[in-house]
């Protein structure tokens, strides 16, 4: 187990933000893993984090099994499959800074987007067989390969304008069932170390609570700001993975 203090001083916080994204505040997940890649590398972060996410999936798809969009599953999961596949075969080659990069640029782009729409107030996007199963397998690979699928996903998703309770309920769902692809390609790629499963153990007294008051916040919510809220983040996300990507690209 990870015994560096300087560690927890980063983790516990990122742990917190895991628990509010299980939570159905997808879009804050990204930060978890290049906020521990201060202290540890990134590899070793996707490996501890997994166990964490697997456990609180639970319990936040407990809390909202009753609440969610079936027919946005039946689309998504699929592309998340094809995507998860694809994080497999390139994990060895894929460089982790670009992913950030690019998942980091999108995030400003989608909101950029958001912002426009909501000036102008078009009319709720239309659900797309196409786009969903392309945006899914997008959230697949980049979650496959830094735990930060929630960009992808949201692009999808937040323009169909669900209710909060769904928005947050199939986000649950989708994630929970994306974790649990990643079991064995994991376990192939050594990320069940003692070490991780040990520190991830030590983590996940923080992570269980933080999920539990992340469901309590969402369903309590002002509608009206829940989306503006959602956006504010990928944006913040956005800035923080474009430094972190660039940052490691030129280090």
């Known amino acids: 187990m990870i015994t560096d203090p300087w560690f927890y001083a980063v983790a516990i916080p990122a742990m917190i933000i895991l628990g509010l994204a299980k939570a159905g ?18 590899i070793q972060a996707v490996g501890i984090s997994l166990p964490v ?18 027919k ?23 460089g982790e800074n670009i992913i950030r990069l690019l998942v980091g640029f999108l995030s400003l782009v989608v909101t950029a987007h958001y912002w426009y729409r909501r000036r102008h107030h078009p009319p709720p996007a239309r659900p797309s067989v196409a786009k969903g199963l392309f945006w899914g397998a997008a959230s697949g690979f980049t979650s496959f390969v ?22 947050a309920g199939t986000a649950v769902i989708f994630f929970a069932a994306s974790n649990l ?22 983590l996940i007294p923080v992570a269980v609570p933080a999920t539990l008051f992340g469901v309590w916040l969402i369903r309590r919510i002002d509608p009206s ?16 993975l474009i430094w972190q990507g660039a940052s490691g690209i030129l280090a």
């Open 25 to 42: 505040l997808s879009s804050v997940g990204v930060l978890v893993v290049p906020l521990m890649s201060l202290v540890i590398s990134p």
């Open 53 to 70: 996410f697997l456990l609180s999936d639970i319990v936040a798809v407990v809390s909202w099994r009753k609440t969610f969009d079936r």
């Open 72 to 94: 946005l599953l039946q689309v998504m999961l699929p592309g998340a499959i094809i995507g998860s596949g694809l994080g497999w075969i390139t994990a060895a080659a894929a």
């Open 146 to 167: 830094t735990h930060a699928g929630g960009t992808p996903y949201q692009t999808y998703v937040a323009p169909l304008r669900l209710e909060p309770k769904i928005f």
């Open 181 to 202: 692809l990643k079991i064995v390609p994991y376990f192939f790629l050594g990320q069940f170390s003692s070490e991780n499963l040990l520190t991830a153990g030590a």
């Open 225 to 240: 700001r829940f989306y503006d809220l959602i956006y504010a983040m990928i944006a913040v996300v956005g800035l923080f």
